[in-house]
Structures are given as structure tokens and as C-alpha cells.
């Protein structure tokens, strides 16, 4: 489901922007990615699963409602440049991308489907101790 959702994605852009500004620089935004989109998956997985065990579903609708509404408000705020942030390769290929491109997968949709498998999936600590969610 994950591997679907990155068609056509917003971060699939960010690795033709990334590939084209650190040219000849493959091996390291691959790198960069790969840990990135890990990290962000674990992180993803890992707040699903806390949510599902803290957070009642009445509360969580209000969250999700609420969180949609802000992010809304927020894709209308119009992005800047700044000539600080067009320095070429300041923090080389790798660090820049592991960086950028674990920002952008933040407000993706992938960890957001990652939360959804987290949140309804039994941990393996409710398996082991024979109780589920």
C-alpha cells in the first residue's frame, strides 16, 4: 500500500530536484532517502501504535479533524526562497537529503497510512502478553 502511495508523490519530485542539484551524487541521495523514509516509517509506526493504546476514537476523530483543518490553513500559506537557502551543497548530498526528504515525508501521506497499519495492528507487547487493543 505504502509502495502505491509514493506514485506520483511530492517526494518523487524532491528526488529529480535532489538528483539534478548533486549531480553525479547518486549513492548518497539513495542513502539519504533509503534512512530517511525508514526513520520516518519507524517514527510513523511507532506513534500509530502509542496512539491506538492512549487515545480514544472520539478524541482521535476531533484530532484528525482538527489536524485536517490545519493543514489546509497551511498548504494556502505560499512557500519563500531565500539566497540563504539556494547555497549550493552546503551540507553535501547525503546530509541535505536525509534531511529535506524526512521533512517532506512528515506530511505525507505514507506515514500516514504507516499509522493507520500501527494503530490497527496489535503491538507485539499485547500479542506476547495475550491481550490485543
Known amino acids: 500500500m505504502v509502495t502505491l502511495a509514493e506514485m506520483g508523490d511530492k517526494t518523487q519530485l524532491l528526488s529529480f530536484v535532489l538528483a539534478a542539484r ?3 551524487r547518486h549513492g548518497a541521495i539513495i542513502l539519504g532517502i533509503f534512512i530517511a523514509t525508514l526513520a520516518n516509517h519507524f517514527v510513523a509506526a511507532a506513534l500509530g501504535d502509542w ?3 492512549h487515545v480514544s476514537g472520539q478524541v482521535m476523530r ?3 479533524g482538527g489536524a485536517f483543518l490545519a493543514f489546509a490553513a497551511w498548504a494556502l500559506v505560499p ?3 531565500d539566497e540563504k537557502d539556494s547555497e549550493r551543497g ?3 548530498a547525503f546530509l541535505t537529503t536525509l534531511v529535506v526528504f524526512f521533512h517532506a515525508e512528515m506530511g505525507d501521506k505514507n506515514p500516514r497510512a504507516t499509522n493507520a497499519h500501527g494503530a490497527r495492528l496489535p ?3 499485547a500479542r506476547v502478553g495475550g491481550t490485543t487493543h
Open 22 to 24: 548533486f549531480a553525479r
Open 51 to 53: 496512539i491506538a493504546t
Open 62 to 64: 476531533w484530532l484528525l
Open 79 to 81: 512557500d519563500t526562497l
Open 90 to 92: 552546503a551540507y553535501g
Open 123 to 125: 503491538s507485539h507487547a
